[in-house]
């Protein structure tokens, strides 16, 4: 009820004002061009001081009804200069806008949808237009921020085209369990970007998240708010920074305007593992009559039981290939020779299609857009992809002049097929790909062509002369080792299935009536609704699973907002208030029901009710945050601004007595070129600006997660099996969300007449009462305890240079952005020195929060050096001996990112291209370790037959206490021992300087001449190349790519077989009708 | 005016909305209500789940991982019963990245489990619980069970945290170690105190306590004599267990074990039953699992030194085999989800082999002579003890006989020296024939006990030895058992394997290292932690 009597007293406050507002208005119009009088399609003419505006159509022209009160009009188009033109009782009022690359004046988009000029503003914060996402696209549409914003660090995760995207700005906020995220707000509503599973230790497939929803097409521009400052009036969902997209909304026009954008782009493995090819498949053996280590020489298979039975299937210790036939996991005998790239032969050409189609129309009063999108990819590995369909309409209507009416519904329906595995191997046929030695050619596990990876039909086997060792009937998993969860890439890829459909909605509803020209009162509603399908298929017959396993799982998630605001803005002489005060309502419900089933009745039939034990899963969250929120703006002859704002929330999920935190910001800015006269004429332009703020993180406590419940959802032998609910966290009645204040300064400087700019930020952010789910020792009861004890800083500087070297026929545009943050965790639970993370399936790496360092550590265990001399301790064998503790070995996080946007316009050509590049991060690459154990990687070489010879030199065990000298030159078989044993005992041969530099994005653009499409009904018409992740032009990382993250979880620096690196190229064709 | 008069209106109907809007918060109180979890629950559901999942770790919804790291992939392999070419900690001692989950298992599961869950117990029926003062013979049973949990855990680790273990939710996260030597004293002492705390109901409440306990009861369905035996049984395993450090605690314990009551026959034998259903994860038994083709499918195949005992010391006869040979045996052939597949002449008793412990592959072709195929070489573990709604053993009469019998050789506790042979005859006996419940086909007749006993008598020279060796036996599946028997005794003697590379200098781990996040995490730990290692032996364990 209380919904409606919002919506109930807005109309009624509206009617109640239509027949004042009806009586003394005027009508203009006109048209707006650029310097070379070209029409400019989309600029925003205002009425100063009212929020009566409308938007220039294709021609340029426009049309307003001013109101009465009216009398001057701004004008405003991203990249020219904001102008305010009195309207002294003219009728048409036409200009033409000056390019200011410095975009001061420009009105820009705030916290809450409040529109402010750039120069207002007392913090930083930036907004990518949406052409940059529309030509060389990302899936989701977090990735293409990579390199666009300072202090913005986007990791796209190693994990395929419907993978999740993790985006951290100005550095993490918590050690905790949320994934320091930014809050997203669509057209004002909060969406849900919640994570819906990664891999880990164990393996598993990177279920995605809630930003590839959107379609880029869609976005007029992104906005990010990066401190507290920025977004103190979000309150308890602002810690980690707000990203605001608007979409892009319908314009007065003649007739329907239609735009048509086509994108087509192939995607290709960029294969960077450089494994050795001189030895295949195979291991060290005793000649009979000897032992140990010194004698071993190198084997292949000559028989299928030696083949199977010495587990050879997967390692590259073999002799030297070229001579002598080998006997494969199927039986069959081949020469022992270098197949070639099987990487090649396994990964196909991905393929990403795009096309929306735009409508605009209507009057500048009642207008709309409508956008239908379809995009369908088909990803490197076979048999999987992303399909995505979006529909959008935006309808603007005013009434009477002094209300407005603003709705947007978008809807969109993701289909993502076979979400592949990563890191630990069940299910992940990338891995096996890796594994596979130089004399195997992968198209001899297809088996059955019929049913790929499947042990093919007797008829077949008798054919290709196969034996099945294992003696699995056909139809089930064709098998190249004893080991079950090496998976066949062909059974991964084509009979295992993950697959998820969602269905979601995002419409929003704003109302809002001007009393005055200086008072108003909007009413919005939001509401961000999906449905989340996902199958999940082990088929019967999988090595590791032979009964098989599927799951049918359904989560379902709203989160509705009421919002009202009442404000006020007009300027007194020299002193100008903008004031608002408002309300927000927020509920959200997630309800996931699952339908789990083991082993299928019937043999190869995957149908959940097929399935012989069923179980159910139910998991169900409501929550809600009511918040009241206010913000004071006063402006000193237009160059001075001080603004204070305050939120306090109310929580659902705390402490009932004490459930409301109050989060105030302050912020200024200082424009003293507007303040002193007789500044120098180079100086064009210099703002300072400094804020403080506090702001907080709710979802860092989840329903119910303040006490300790019971439950007894198990059974056996029908009596229930209870347990507390909260599995192996200890939960705290007391438990709030954390607070991170922030304080920021910055300058804002252009020169020589804005060709040249520099903006620069200092800030220094604490989050305090961090909750951790600390690490507790398992004796305890539990593994982790949540507390409100952690603190951590992050001190950093954003810089952004911008510059126009070359205006004349060609022009060059540059922008520079760089960030450096530097974080420190601060404290944790008294007497704990480090928090720990994941960890990798080698289980030698932890990724570890350690007081006094910075976030996201990688330790791992190395290898023991003797504490007299420092030298690395040996055994008698020539292996290291490892230290058994974890010591500090880099960190998983970057610390320095950027990037480098170039732009050269001649006549109809652009080029753009972005190049990006991170450094201070380190990586730790199990996929290293694991390739190097078992004889792949090149370093291997050393030491075998007719390679270099490994010699290792440092002290070894004297038998008496101490160490002594030591060095050996290994035999073939110590020097495998070597290599084997290497990554788990001394990882820190493993952890590699993640820096790298990449060309990001390439565009080459040619607008066809309006003179050729002047006979047809086409208006523009402009074909690009479009390119992203084309090269990759410096990294430290051997065989990997330094941005291998299985996870986007908080545990960053871990590789272990992640989805391979790829490259897209491509044309994008956008003409308007 | 008129703007004022709207800003009026305006601002109070604002003001309405905002009281519903804003700052309301009784709704929001109300929403923080789980609908799927209760404050407290009935401490019986909490018993059954304390019992299952001393089986396997069940309810930790992952039942056959603790079997399958340790008591398979490191004790079964140590202690020499199965052979491996793989199996890295257990067959060949070396370290690997995954012999850490071997070490972590126990660690990880029974603390963060089944000790878990006890705590729940006492709490809920403690002062202040909510259900204070009831339940005294559940609660009883519940700390016989934490007797066992903990006894296993230390004798895995050595010292562990005890006294200060389970006290999260009282502010303890760090507890401190306690020496294995406090840890068994406390241990025995509330082993003395439950099994006298046990009660006959005598009132009608008492009696309606009982049989909600014997609901829940899956182990003896509220038998409290049952429960009696098995706590005097093993207060007697524990007292045995200390035989060698402390003298006197074993006489006073093993005297009141023996005084108390221990178990009498099979009947009294701690089994927890599974099933098949609903969940595989959770209700099935993880040592089948662990072992069952298509599922965790390892290697069931034994190894040559137990093959060998089995056989007896002719082995071209059947005459003096073990009659346990075809029970505890599959025989030779491949099993695959379909089902075992002996080859010809497979289950003849006489062709059993074992596989040589500690080997490669090459190793077995070098002993063979050509390219062996080990499934259609080696005898298996009988798949009739791998069901998967198998029984899961915990403890047995014939182990208490045992016991007893190696009491009475070392006049331990006033075991009457005299009844040494007596003891050790039905510990056999009781050994051979406790397998009926896996499946009725494994009965061995009173037959051909009397004739193996007779043909092997109890020999007071070698009895140790015939003791040690007769236990090793018993602990079939329950390996990491048999393992602790074996650092206890010494017997069976085993010849260690020594494998290029190996982390122990050749000799068999005689303890399992701590998790590296205990090592790392807890700053406790450097304080009173027993040497992480693989070869510093515990408390009780000395020559």
Redesign the interface.
């Known amino acids: 009820m209380?919904k409606l009597?919002?919506v109930l007293?807005l109309v009624l406050?509206m009617v109640?004002?239509i027949p004042?507002a009806f009586a003394q208005s005027r009508t203009v119009s006109g048209k707006i061009t650029d310097a070379s009088g070209a029409p400019i399609q989309g600029a925003n003419i205002l009425v100063k001081g009212t929020n009566v505006g409308t938007t220039t159509n294709a021609d340029g022209e426009y049309t307003i009804n001013v109101p009465a009160s009216g009398n001057t009009l701004v004008v405003s188009y991203v990249g020219h200069a904001t102008q305010e033109l009195p309207i002294s009782g003219r009728n048409n009022i036409s200009v033409a806008l000056i390019e200011d690359t410095g975009e001061l004046e420009r009105v820009v988009v705030t916290a809450l949808g409040i529109q402010k000029t750039q120069k207002a503003l007392g913090f930083s914060q930036t907004t990518v237009g949406g052409e940059n996402f529309t030509q060389a696209r990302e899936i989701s549409t977090a990735n293409a921020l990579a390199g666009r914003v300072a202090g913005v660090n986007v990791t796209k995760i190693a994990s395929g085209p419907a993978g999740s995207s993790r985006v951290v700005i100005r550095g993490a906020k918590t050690l905790g369990s949320t994934l320091n995220q930014p809050l997203y707000v669509v057209d004002g509503v909060p969406i849900d970007n919640s994570n819906f599973g990664q891999a880990g230790v164990w393996g598993g497939a990177d279920q995605g998240d809630g930003m590839s929803s959107i379609n880029p097409d869609d976005i007029e521009s992104m906005t990010v708010l990066k401190g507290a400052g920025a977004a103190a009036l979000y309150g308890s969902r602002a810690a980690n920074g707000v990203i605001l997209i608007t979409t892009k909304k319908g314009s007065g026009r003649k007739g329907i305007g239609v735009e048509v954008n086509s994108n087509y782009v192939f995607e290709k493995v960029n294969n960077l593992t450089d494994f050795q090819t001189e030895f295949g498949s195979g291991?060290l053996?005793?000649p009979?009559g000897t032992?140990?280590?010194s004698t071993q020489v190198p084997?292949f298979a000559?028989?299928i039981?030696?083949h199977w039975?010495?587990?050879w299937g997967l390692s590259a210790w073999g002799p030297r290939l070229g001579t002598g036939q080998v006997v494969q996991f199927d039986g069959v005998t081949r020469p022992y020779t270098y197949k070639g790239d099987n990487w090649d032969r396994f990964y196909e050409t991905g393929n990403t299609f795009t096309n929306t189609v735009a409508l605009t129309g209507g009057t500048p009063e009642q207008n709309f857009r409508f956008s239908a999108s379809s995009l369908q990819n088909e990803a490197v590995v076979p048999n999987s992809g992303f399909d995505r369909i979006n529909l959008s309409l935006s309808a603007n209507a005013k009434f009477a002049k002094r209300f407005s009416l603003n709705t947007k519904v978008l809807y969109s329906n993701e289909k993502a097929k076979n979400r592949p595995n990563l890191s630990d191997s069940p299910g992940n046929g990338i891995l096996t790909l890796y594994y596979l030695p130089g004399d195997v050619d992968v198209r001899d596990l297809l088996g059955d062509p019929k049913k790929p990876g499947a042990v093919p039909s007797g008829e077949q086997q008798a054919a290709q002369g196969l034996t099945i060792f294992?003696?699995?009937p056909p139809g089930e998993e064709f098998q190249i080792n004893y080991n079950?969860w090496t998976q066949n890439p062909y059974w991964a890829a084509y009979q295992q299935i993950n697959t998820d459909t969602r269905d979601r909605v995002i419409a929003t509803g704003e109302v809002r009536y001007d009393?005055?020209d200086f008072?108003y009162?909007s009413g919005q509603a939001g509401m961000d609704w999906y449905t989340l399908r996902s199958t999940r298929l082990t088929p019967q017959g999988t090595?590791?699973?032979?009964?098989g396993q599927m799951s049918e799982l359904e989560n379902r998630t709203r989160e509705i907002n009421?919002q009202?605001m009442?404000g006020f803005n007009k300027t007194f002489s020299k002193i100008g208030v903008n004031a608002f005060?408002g309300?927000?309502?927020m509920r959200r419900q997630s309800e996931n029901m699952s339908l789990d089933g083991?082993?299928f009745n019937l043999a190869q039939f995957p149908a959940i009710t097929n399935a012989?034990?069923?179980?159910y899963g139910?998991?169900?969250g409501?929550?809600?945050?009511?918040?009241?929120f206010g913000s004071v703006e006063l402006n000193y002859n237009e160059y001075l601004f001080l603004t204070g704002t305050a939120r306090?929330d109310?929580?659902?999920?705390l402490n009932?007595d004490d459930?409301?935190i109050l989060y105030p910001s302050v912020n200024a800015s200082f424009v003293f070129t507007d303040a002193f006269d007789g500044l120098p004429s180079w100086l064009s332009y210099g703002k300072l600006r400094t804020s403080w703020a506090q702001v907080g993180n709710a979802s860092s406590v989840s329903?119910?997660s303040?006490?300790?419940?019971?439950?007894?959802?198990?059974?056996?032998?029908g009596?229930?099996?209870?347990?507390?609910?909260s599995g192996?966290n200890?939960p705290n009645f007391f438990l709030k969300p954390f607070t991170s204040t922030e304080t920021e300064f910055g300058i804002d400087l252009r020169f020589f007449q804005n060709r040249l700019g520099l903006d620069f930020t200092y800030y220094s952010q604490k989050t305090t009462d961090d909750i951790l789910n600390?690490?507790?020792?398992?004796?305890?009861?539990?593994?982790s305890?949540s507390v409100n004890l952690g603190e951590i800083t992050n001190k950093g500087i954003e810089f952004l240079l911008t510059g126009t070297p070359i205006k004349s026929e060609i022009q060059w545009d540059i922008s520079l952005n760089f960030a450096k943050n530097n974080s420190n965790v601060v404290s944790l639970?008294e007497?704990?020195?480090?928090l720990?993370g994941e960890e990798p399936?080698?289980?030698?790496v932890?990724i570890?929060h350690i007081v006094g360092y910075p976030y996201g550590m990688i330790?791992g265990?190395s290898q023991l050096k003797d504490p007299a001399t420092g030298l690395l301790v040996y055994?008698a064998?020539g292996?290291p001996v490892?230290d058994?503790?974890?010591q500090i070995l880099g960190n998983g996080v970057p610390d320095f990112t950027g990037g480098l946007n170039n732009s050269f316009t001649w006549k109809n050509l652009n080029l753009t291209f972005l190049i990006d590049f991170k450094s201070g991060g380190d990586i730790y690459s199990g996929t290293n370790v694991r390739m190097t154990q078992d004889g792949f990687t090149k370093q291997t070489l050393k030491g075998r037959e007719g390679e270099e010879p490994l010699t290792v030199t440092g002290v070894t065990d004297d038998g008496a206490g101490g160490y002594k000298p030591f060095s050996k030159t290994l035999t073939p078989?110590e020097a495998a021992?070597y290599w084997g044993?290497l990554?788990?005992r001394a990882s820190e041969n493993f952890v590699y300087d993640a820096s790298f530099i990449k060309l990001r994005q390439v565009t080459l653009g040619y607008q066809i001449p309006k003179k050729i499409l002047s006979k047809t009904p086409v208006q523009g018409l402009m074909v690009s190349f479009v390119a992203r992740n084309l090269a990759i032009l410096k990294k430290n990382t051997p065989n990997i790519d330094p941005e291998s993250s299985y996870t986007s979880s908080n545990s960053q620096g871990l590789d272990y077989f992640g989805f391979p690196a790829t490259r897209t190229y491509g044309f994008n064709l956008r003409a308007t009708f | 005016m008129k703007y004022i008069k709207r800003l009026i209106i305006g601002s109070s109907i604002l003001g309405i909305i905002g009281a519903g809007v804003g700052c309301n918060t009784d709704e929001l109180k109300g929403l923080n209500v789980d609908p799927q979890a209760l404050d407290n629950v009935d401490p019986n559901f909490l018993f059954t789940s304390v019992e299952l999942g001393t089986a396997s770790g069940g309810t930790a919804g992952d039942n056959r991982y603790i079997d399958w790291r340790t008591n398979i992939n490191f004790a079964a392999y140590a202690i020499q019963q199965l052979a491996s070419t793989g199996g890295e900690l257990g067959s060949r001692y070396v370290e690997s990245g995954s012999t850490f989950e071997s070490s972590n298992a126990p660690f990880e599961f029974i603390y963060g489990d089944q000790l878990k869950n006890i705590s729940v117990i006492f709490k809920l029926t403690g002062p202040g619980g909510a259900y204070e003062g009831q339940f005294n013979n559940m609660v009883q049973a519940s700390r016989i069970l934490r007797v066992f949990l903990y006894h296993r855990l230390t004798d895995y680790y050595g010292n562990i945290p005890y006294f200060e273990a389970m006290q999260a939710d009282s502010g303890v996260y760090f507890p401190h170690y306690d020496s294995q030597e406090l840890i068994y004293q406390d241990l025995l002492n509330e082993l003395d105190e439950a099994t006298a705390a046990i009660t006959d109901p005598t009132d009608a409440l008492g009696e309606v306590e009982l049989t909600a306990m014997s609901r829940a009861d899956i182990i003896f369905n509220g038998d409290l004599d049952k429960w009696r035996r098995w706590g005097y049984s093993l207060m007697l395993r524990l007292g045995m267990r200390v035989a060698d450090v402390k003298p006197d605690w074993a006489n006073t314990y093993v005297a009141k074990a023996v005084a108390g009551g221990v178990m009498e026959s099979n009947d009294d034998n701690v089994f927890i039953p599974t099933a098949e259903a609903p969940s595989l994860w959770t209700n099935q038994n993880g040592i089948s699992r662990a072992f069952i083709p298509g599922d965790g499918g390892q290697s069931s195949l034994v190894s040559e030194t137990l093959v060998n005992v089995l056989k007896g010391p002719n082995a071209a006869s059947t005459a003096d085999d073990d009659p346990r040979i075809m029970v505890l045996l599959g025989g030779i052939g491949a099993w695959t989800p379909d089902g075992f597949d002996p080859i010809a002449g497979g289950t003849d008793p006489l062709n059993q082999k074992g596989m040589p412990v500690g080997k490669t592959q090459n190793d077995l072709d070098a002993i063979e002579g050509h390219v062996v195929d080990q499934n259609l070489t080696y005898s298996r573990i009988n798949p009739k003890l791998l069901d998967r709604a198998e029984p899961y053993m915990l403890m047995n009469y014939g182990e208490v006989e045992l016991y007893l019998a190696e009491a009475a050789k070392r006049g331990i506790g006033g075991v009457d020296p005299g009844s040494a042979a007596t003891h050790y005859n039905a510990g056999v006996k009781a050994s051979m024939q406790m397998y009926t419940p896996y499946d009725a086909s494994l009965t061995v007749s009173d037959q051909a006990v009397a004739d193996y006993l007779a043909m092997f008598p109890y020999n007071d020279a070698t009895a140790l030895e015939q003791i040690g060796l007769q236990m090793w036996l018993n602990h079939y599946l329950n390996w990491w058992e048999a393992w602790s028997e074996w650092r206890r005794t010494g017997f069976p003697v085993l010849t260690p394997v020594n494998f290029p590379g190996n982390s122990t200098g050749g000799t068999i781990p005689v303890r399992l290292k701590y998790p590296g996040a205990e090592v790392g995490g807890n700053p406790n730990f450097a304080e009173g932690a027993s040497p992480n290692d693989y070869t510093t032996r515990v408390w009780w364990d000395v020559d």
């Not at chain 1, 012989?612 to 179980?615: C, D, M, Q, V």
């Not at chain 1, 303040?706 to 032998?717: D, E, N, P, V």
């Not at chain 1, 600390?774 to 593994?783: H, K, L, V, W």
């Open positions: 209380k009597n919002v007293v406050l109640a004002g004042a291991g053996v005793n009979t032992s140990g280590l084997k000559e028989s039981e030696e039975n010495n587990w294992d003696g699995k079950l009393f005055t008072l009162l090595g590791h699973n032979r009964g009421l009202y009442l005060i309300g927000n309502r083991t082993n012989n034990l069923k179980s139910y998991g169900f409501k929550n809600g945050i009511n918040s009241l306090k109310w929580f659902s999920v009932p459930n409301s329903p119910y303040t006490k300790l419940t019971y439950a007894a959802s198990l059974t056996h032998l009596l229930p099996l209870a347990g507390n609910t192996t200890l600390a690490a507790i020792s398992r004796a305890s009861g539990y593994t305890h639970i007497g704990q020195k480090s720990s399936r080698t289980r030698t932890l570890s330790t265990i055994d064998d292996a490892t058994n503790s974890y078989g021992n044993k990554g788990d």
